[in-house]
């Protein structure tokens, strides 16, 4: 019935979608962009205009028919050809997005066809725009070098990148990263890995310590190169991520044939930012990775402290900030784990005022050194670090995390199941409270070097 409405000019579609949304603005923000949205799919299907949009490795930019475009083939695949034809209760969005891990304590290696069968089970979590993996200990021929894991849009922004990266690093070994075409998984970047080391000369130049050193460069890369994203940086560990549902990105890049002591997973349903190759999880700088489920109302409050200090948030997703946030305050800062996640979920000053005398001053020196890192809005996360994972909620728990252990491994998840999925008979099974961290690590380690 649209069809009649409206010609298949583009002129007057951004006319009509304009108009839209100034009548939009009288309602919230979220929910005149999820109508509006949803509008536009109407709009361009009756007007025939061709889902064209940009590869789902690029942002968003340029023309406004260009941004209507890519709002257009993203919806277009969010709601599906036939979304006129659904009935009340035949959608299911459970709270968006799962987590799952998984640590051998022991150090014993285990492949990464474990978190894809977790994962499976909370397939209805996600919408295929979004699932990675972590995991730690793969690289055991190359643990003393930097596996700088990158997208590239196309050759010329390899090109310009590797000219960078060898001006300021010695590469030991690249490859293009191997994987299994899908039928699942398409339009996928260029994905290419290096195992590098800071150049001796570059480094004392810098009067920057190593990782400091690794994480400027990561940060120029993906701030002034376009077209190329480093998504991984650390030792002895790799992120694997893009578009798709997670158990087939996991297949895609046939984990089945890394082993590491330590897993992270996670299947993404992003609600306001693009699916797209590197906004997908897990996050990383260094060997820190953070995979999440939720919705950070702060963001851009603390997005702007951050990027105080060097820090550019420029992958499009609100999750970026808290893997920043948590290598500031460890690595820049020397806060413990349990201190972090007292400044990120802190207690109410209701709370703390009841405390002993040495919580309550710590809490408190916590809260006003750190205010705009306070972290707000539902969340669960899991952080993936060299030796260990930590678990923690928003400290209201508006997002489900259950944890288990069983002899030596201990797991996380957002549901039970995927737990018992890969571990039927677990020795404990617990619900962690809001704001209390969970930190499983590996034997004979007594907190984060």
Known sequence: MYG???????????????????????????????????????????????????????????????????????VRRFYGENSMLQRE?????????????????SGARMNGECMIESVAVMHDRSNGLGGGFAGYGIYPNYKDFYALH?????????????????????????SEIPTRKLPAVTDEPVIWRYFASPLARKLQNSHLDEREYVARCVNRVNAQ????????????????????????????????????????????????????????????????????????????????YIEMFGYKCTLQTDTEVITYIIDYL????????????????????????EKDEESRGRETLLRRMFPSLLITGPFSIILGYTGGIMALNDRL??????????????YVASEESAIRVIEPSPDRVWSPAGGEPVVFELYGREGRE
Not at 89 to 105: H, K, L, M, Q, Y
């Open 330 to 353: 460890v690595r820049k800062r020397g806060l413990t784990l349990d201190e972090t996640a007292h400044v990120i979920a802190p207690s109410f000053w209701a709370t703390i005022a």
């Open 150 to 174: 990158l997208f590239f849009d196309d050759k010329g922004a390899q090109a310009e990148t590797e000219a960078f990266l060898n001006r300021h690093f010695e590469i030991a070994y690249s």
């Open 4 to 74: 009649a409405a409206f010609s298949s000019s583009k002129e007057e579609v951004v006319a009509v979608v304009g108009s839209a949304a100034i009548a939009a603005g009288a309602i919230s923000l979220r929910l005149a962009r999820r109508k509006l949205n949803f509008f536009l799919y109407l709009l361009f299907k009756s007007a025939k205009i061709p889902f064209s949009a940009p590869r789902l490795t690029q942002k968003r930019g340029g023309s406004i028919m260009n941004d209507m475009i890519y709002e257009a083939a993203r």
């Open 89 to 105: 209760g035949e959608f299911r969005n459970p709270s968006g997005c799962a987590i799952t891990g998984v640590i051998d304590r």
């Open 225 to 304: 190169i376009k077209g190329a994203y480093v998504f991984s940086s650390g030792k002895n560990m790799g992120i694997f991520k893009g578009v798709g549902y997670p158990e087939d990105i996991g297949r895609f890049y046939r984990l089945e044939e890394y082993e590491g002591y330590a897993w992270t997973c996670h299947g993404r349903y992003p609600t306001n930012t693009p699916g797209w190759w590197g906004g997908a999880h897990p996050f990383g700088l260094l060997d820190f990775s953070v995979v999440h489920n939720g919705e950070i109302s702060s963001y851009d409050a603390n997005r702007r």
């Open 397 to 410: 728990k508006l997002r489900s995390m259950v944890c288990a252990e069983k002899g030596s491994r201990a």
